[in-house]
């Protein structure tokens, strides 16, 4: 079993920067790709980034890139979305999660999900 817990979300201005981290613990693996998708009101979760288990292949939604990057440190496994340049409508609930070794932007094959941090960007 392998917990997940985001941070870093809160309140910005538009323009504004902000970066969320995703620590794994439990039973933990260097072997997870991990991913970040993202909730609206009234909308369906989306895929965001994701990084592989080396952290040498990401992807991005066409809507961050050039906007986000993400990056992880297997030492401490914890994966890192930093959001740049951010707009009102990136505003959601952001969740990290976690599957075997390679990139995906399914969330079906995700196994592991963290509680979700909010980001707020106001215009």
């Known amino acids: 079993q392998v917990q997940l817990v985001e941070s870093g979300g809160g309140l910005v201005q538009a323009g504004g920067s902000l970066r969320l981290s995703c620590a794994a613990s439990?039973?933990?693996?260097?072997?997870?790709?991990m991913g970040w998708f993202r909730q609206a009101p009234g909308k369906e979760r989306e895929f965001v980034a994701a990084?592989?288990?080396?952290?040498?292949?990401?992807a991005y939604a066409d809507s961050v890139k050039g906007r986000f990057a993400i990056s992880r440190d297997n030492v401490k496994i914890t994966a890192y979305l930093q959001m740049n340049s951010l707009l009102p409508e990136d505003t959601a609930v952001y969740y990290c999660a976690a599957k075997l070794y390679v990139t995906s932007h399914l969330q079906t094959s995700y196994r592991y999900w963290g509680q979700g941090t909010q980001v707020t960007v106001s215009s």
């Open positions: 990084i592989d288990w080396i952290g040498s292949s990401t």
């Open positions: 439990g039973r933990t693996s260097s072997n997870y790709a």
